[in-house]
Nanobody, 122 residues
Framework: QVLLYESGGGSVQSGGSLRLSCAVF????????MGWFRQAPGGEREAVAT???????SYADSVKGRFTGSLDNAKNTLYLQMNSLKPEDTAIYYC????????????????WGQGTQVTVSS
């Protein structure tokens, strides 16, 4: 059983920055592809970024150049640095673990955190 705990969400103004963290328990995250997803009110869950154990990343077009995924193997923790935030980035952000490397499809992820709220005001 893999347990994921996100933190770092909050409220910022447009143009601001936040860094989300996801602590992984129960297994090494090097055994999985890790993903960041988000879900806005009334919207579907969408992929934001993926990161594998070698640190290779992929991003949704909407966040390229603004968001950066990284990981700390020693802490079994991954991060999502979010810069130049926009009101449309407002959502609950989730980290997830799966076996399909590089996938941006939520159905390929088996384990999910509880989510952390990010609110960006204009």
């Amino acid at each position: 059983q893999v347990l994921l705990y996100e933190s770092g969400g909050g409220s910022v103004q447009s143009g601001g920055s936040l860094r989300l963290s996801c602590a992984v328990f129960g297994d090494r995250f090097s055994n999985y592809c890790m993903g960041w997803f988000r879900q806005a009110p009334g919207g579907e869950r969408e992929a934001v970024a993926t990161i594998d154990s070698d640190g290779r990343t992929s991003y949704a077009d909407s966040v390229k150049g603004r968001f950066t995924g990284s990981l700390d193997n020693a802490k079994n923790t991954l991060y999502l640095q979010m810069n130049s935030l926009k009101p449309e980035d407002t959502a609950i952000y989730y980290c997830a673990a799966g076996r399909v490397y590089g996938s941006l499809l939520a159905q390929h992820y088996n384990y999910w955190g509880q989510g952390t709220q990010v609110t960006v005001s204009s």
